[in-house]
């Protein structure tokens, strides 16, 4: 496996335990919403460069999408 798809795993175990940890979901639910969102289309490909951010950066995003529908990428 190559190093990008490795990072892009790391980010979705954590913000996959986030929600479990933030929203009390259990594991099938937060997979189910992870695996289903826009993040993780945006995560999946490599040209977003989405994978070099923060677990905690994507899971905000994610946050983000689920409130309002839509991904807000702020400035940093």
Known sequence: MDIKKELIEGIIQEIIKFLCEDKDY???????????????????DVETGLYIES??????????????????????
């Open 26 to 44: 259990d594991i099938e639910k937060s997979m189910d919403i992870v695996y289903n969102s826009q993040i993780f289309v945006k995560l999946s």
């Open 55 to 76: 677990p905690s950066y994507v899971y905000e995003l994610l946050k983000d999408e689920l409130h309002d529908g839509v991904i807000i990428q702020k400035e940093q």
